[in-house]
C-alpha cells in the first residue's frame, strides 16, 4: 500500500527574472517525476549533485512549490489528498505527518535556542503543550534517540556533530510522523558516527512504523538502509529498482557507471573488473541536451538516444528504467 | 616504489593554545613516506590529520605551533628539518609550492574569486621560476591541458565560478604540479565531490603521479578511496598515529583495535544478510578531556583492565613495515617497570 503516489511532478525555478513579462529561462530541477512511496519502507534516493534529489524531497513537504504535477497522500484509512493543491492552512495537518530531517545539523538548529526549545517546537505549535508536559515529553524523545535527557537546557554549540544529527532526529520524530524525508542525514558525519545513526534510524523505524524518503549521494549507505532505491539524473528518474536487484543487476547506463565509481573498501579489488568513467559533466538543468539527457556521457548511446527521449517503463515487475537499449545491454553490476 | 625516504615525522607535536587550554592537534605522531609512494593518513575529524599535513609545509596560524619533533625532508642537496625553520623564511618559501605543494578539500576557497585562473597558474610558476611571463604562460596552457582541461587557451580568462566542482579541482592541482613538487599533500581533495568526478580525479593523480614520479600524501576518511589508491596507511586517533603499515595489511590483517573498528563500521556495496552496522560506541573525545594512557581505551572493547588506562602505549613493530600503538602488542610488565623506574 502507498503512503505517496508522485505524479508528473515538476518544479522549475524562473532563471533571469524580467521586471516585466515572464522569465527569461526555467531551471528544470524537478522535470516530470513518478514515485510511489509504499507504507513502512525505506525509499532511496541517490544521483550526483544537481540531479534535483533535494528539490524532490523538499517539494513532498512544499517547501518549493510544484509547477506541476500532483502528490498524493493516501492516510491509513485510504482517504487521498493532494498536497500540491492544498492551501497553506489544510497544509497543517499533513506537515505533522511528514518530517523532515536535514543534512547540516549546524545550520539546522538554532544555536539560540536550548535543545527543550527546539526538539519541543512543533510540540509547542501544534499541540499547545508547554511547562512540565513538554519537558518530560521532550526528555522522553532524547531518551528514545540515544541522548542523555539531563542534555534539555544545553544549546546546540554544546553537542558533537553525531548528537547534533540526533537532536534533528528527535525533533522529526516529535509529532509521531507517518513519512520522514531524509535529506543527506548522514553524510556529514563521520564513519563511527555514521554506523550508530544509521542503526538509529532503523531502530527507529521499526518502533515507530515510519516511512522514509532516503536522500543520499552515498551508494554504501543507500544500499544498507533502503529496500527500493530510485537514481534521479537531471530532474528525472532514470532507474527504480529493488535494493538487491539494482545494485546486482543495473538496467540503465548510468546507474551501472554510478555504481563503479564507488571505491571498494578492499584493495584486492583495485584494477579489477572494467571501471567505467563518466567524462563530462551533469548538464545545465536549465539547457538540457535533446534526447535522453544522458547520451552525452553515455557510452552506449546511439542515433536514436540523441532525438528521443526515453520514458520510464516497466521491464521486470517492480523494475523500471527510463533508457532504450535496456533490453540489450548487458550491463555489470556489484558483484559478491 | 623505491625504498628511499622523501619524509620522515617523527614524534611531531603540534599545539594550540587557545584562551581555554591547550589543543593537542598532533601529539606524538611519527610516519615516513618514500619517494614515490602513495601514503594515506586516515582518521576522523578531529584527530589531526589536517594539523600534521599542514605542519609539514609549517602553515600553522597563531595560536598554534609546532612544540617539539620533526619532519625531515631528503633533497638531492642533503636533509633539511621542516619543523626547525622560520615559516616566514626564505628557505621554507621555497619548499612550499616548489619541493611539496598541496591540494586542499574546497577549491572555490582556495582559489581566487577575482582573478582568473590562467593568471593563478602562471603566478606560481613565475614564484619559483626564473621565467618570463609569456613562458609561464605557455606552461601553465600546458599544465591545463595535462590536468584534462578542455580548450586550456581560451579557459585561461576563465573565473573560478564559472567553472564545476571538479574541473576546479583540475585547476588547483594544475597549479600544485606546475614547479614539479616531490611531494604533493592532498587534503581530501575529492571529499566535496561527486562518485563519478571523485573517480575521474582520483585517475588523474594517479596517472600524473606516475608521469612525475612525485610522493602522494593523501589525507581522506573514506575508507574505500584509501584502498583504490594508498601504498600504504597511517591510522590517526587523536593526534597519534596509532597504526602504519601496508595498505593490503590495514585492510586485511589490522591490529589496532581502532583500525579494525573502524573498518567494521563502513558501510559496503556487498552486504551479506545482516543489516545493522557495527559501529563504535561513544565518539571521539573533547580535545581538553584527553583519557590518560591509550587515547583510544574509552571507546576500546579490547582494554586491558588497570593498564590502558594508566600506560602510554609505544609504537611496535608486529611486521616488516607495520607498526601498531596499542598494549596488546606490548610487553606490558617491562613498560610497568620502566614506568616506575623512571618515576621514581
Sequence with gaps: MNILEVRDLKVHFPLNRRFFGPPRDWVRAVDGVNLDIRRGETLGLVGESGCGKTTLGRTIVRVYEPTGGSIVYKGVGGEESNLALLSRKELALFRRRIRMIFQDPQSSLNPRHPVLQIVGEPLIVNQRMSGKRLEERVAELLIKVGLRPEYLHRYPHAFSGGERQRIGIARALALDPELVIAD??????????????INLLMELQGEFSLTYLFVAHNLSVVRHVSDRVAVMYVGKIVELADTEELYTNPRHPYTEALLSAVPKPDPRLRNKGARIRLT??????????????????????????RVEAPILRDITPGHSVACHRSDELKLLGVRG | ??????????????????????????????????KGETLCLVGESGCGKSVTARSILQLIGVPGRIVSGSIRLHRDDGVVDIASLDARGKEMRAIRGARISMIFQEPMSSLSPIHPIGEQVAEVIRLHMRVEKEEAQE?????????????????????PFEMSGGMRQRVMI?????????LLIADEPTTALDVTTQATILDLIKDLQEELGMAVLFITHDLGVVAEIADSVAVMYLGQVVERAECDAIFHDPKHPYTQALLRSIPKLIVDGDRHLESIKGMVPHPFQRPSGCPFHPRCERRLANVCATLDPPQEWVGERHG???LLYSDVEKLKQRQSAESV
Design chain 1, 184 to 197: 543527506e542525514a548522514v553524510s556529514a558525519l563521520d564513519v563511527s558516527v555514521q554506523a550508530q545513526t
Design chain 2, 139 to 159: 606552461r601553465a596552457v600546458t599544465m591545463l591541458r595535462r590536468v584534462g582541461i578542455p580548450q586550456p587557451e581560451t579557459r585561461l580568462k576563465s573565473y
Design chain 2, 1 to 34: 616504489m623505491s625504498a628511499k625516504p622523501l619524509l620522515e615525522v617523527e614524534n611531531l607535536h603540534t599545539h594550540y593554545f587557545t584562551d581555554e587550554g591547550v589543543v593537542k592537534a598532533v601529539n606524538g605522531a611519527s610516519f615516513s613516506l618514500a
Design chain 1, 280 to 305: 563530462g559533466d551533469v548538464p545545465d538543468p536549465a539547457h538540457p541536451p535533446g534526447g535522453c539527457y544522458f547520451h552525452p556521457r553515455c557510452r552506449y548511446a546511439e542515433e536514436r538516444c
Design chain 2, 174 to 182: 594544475a597549479m600544485a604540479l606546475s614547479c614539479t613538487p616531490s
Design chain 2, 324 to 326: 601498531v600503538s596499542c
